[in-house]
């Protein structure tokens, strides 16, 4: 799976007796969140391809499209989506994990976040909101 995953992401598997669980590793090389090492859970239920997997972001992190618990905004995470590109069943764990990865460069989606002070944050004083993120990718996301 790795060998299609853009150069900031790793895939680990913490059981090869529940693939079907695993965590995903981004490490932006530009942007914001540059530095940071951010973890993602994802578990691909039963009823995939029918339905997404389940991820949440087990790295606290200052992100208009990712709450600090972890909940993420991301249309193809949608079992139906008002701008039709939510789950189908011939989407794949690649794309989520591109998707994911596009969040850290440039999927930020003001109209509709998830974590409206962050985005209000950044829309109000870029520099501010970027002394923000990196105040919490020293303290959440290191290493």
């Not at 949440?56 to 992100?63: D, L, P, Q, V």
């Not at 794309?95 to 994911?100: F, Q, S, T």
């Amino acid at each position: 799976m790795e060998s299609n995953l853009p150069p900031t992401c790793k895939v680990k598997f913490f059981n090869p007796h529940e693939l079907h669980k695993l965590e995903l590793v981004i490490q932006p090389d530009d942007g914001f969140w540059l530095g940071g090492k951010f973890r993602f859970h994802i578990e691909v239920p039963e009823e995939y391809n029918f339905v997404p997997p389940k991820v949440k972001c087990n790295s606290r992190i200052w992100h208009p499209n990712i709450s600090e618990e972890g909940e993420i905004c991301l249309s193809l995470l949608r079992e139906s989506s008002i701008d039709g590109l939510g789950w189908a069943p011939t989407r794949t764990l690649k794309d989520v994990v591109w998707g994911l990865n596009s969040l850290f460069t440039d999927l930020l989606n003001f109209e509709d976040p998830l974590n409206d002070a962050a985005a209000e944050h950044f829309l109000r004083d870029r520099e501010s909101f970027r002394v923000k993120v990196r105040e919490y990718v020293t303290k959440y996301a290191k290493s």
